[in-house]
């Protein structure tokens, strides 16, 4: 939901477990909902100068999360082909980090191994 002066979004609090946690346990869910907050718009309103020479000399990896409701798969390949970039996949809902945190030390510690300092 916008803010009435349109400088920030809340998320609908009964969307949140469906959206960003659909295969973290409840316990892990409950708590990453309660740590949801306003998210400010201006990042999504400020347009980005990216160069060659900057960040497109950066090795990049993009970690597709298989389960994702809140970046469904089809707009996260979508991201990937405009900026293309190395990928890797987890069978997770938005937060790996919550829902699979083994499984993504072990994807970004191989993805490390791969990737040129």
Known sequence: MLSEDRTHST???AAIRDTF?????????????SLV?????????????????GFGRMP??????LRDRA???ELQR??????????TSL???????FSA???LCEQLHAMQALTPP
């Open 11 to 13: 998320l609908v609090p």
């Open 71 to 73: 970046i469904p798969l």
């Open 78 to 87: 979508r991201m990937v082909a405009a900026t293309p970039c190395r990928v």
């Open 37 to 53: 907050g306003p998210e400010p718009m201006q990042p999504w309103l400020t347009p980005l100068r990216l160069s060659r020479e």
């Open 101 to 103: 945190p083994e499984a």
């Open 91 to 97: 069978n997770t809902d938005h937060s790996p980090f």
């Open 60 to 65: 990049r990896v993009y970690m597709e999360c």
């Open 21 to 33: 946690y659909n295969t973290t346990s409840e316990e892990w869910a409950a708590h990453a909902a």
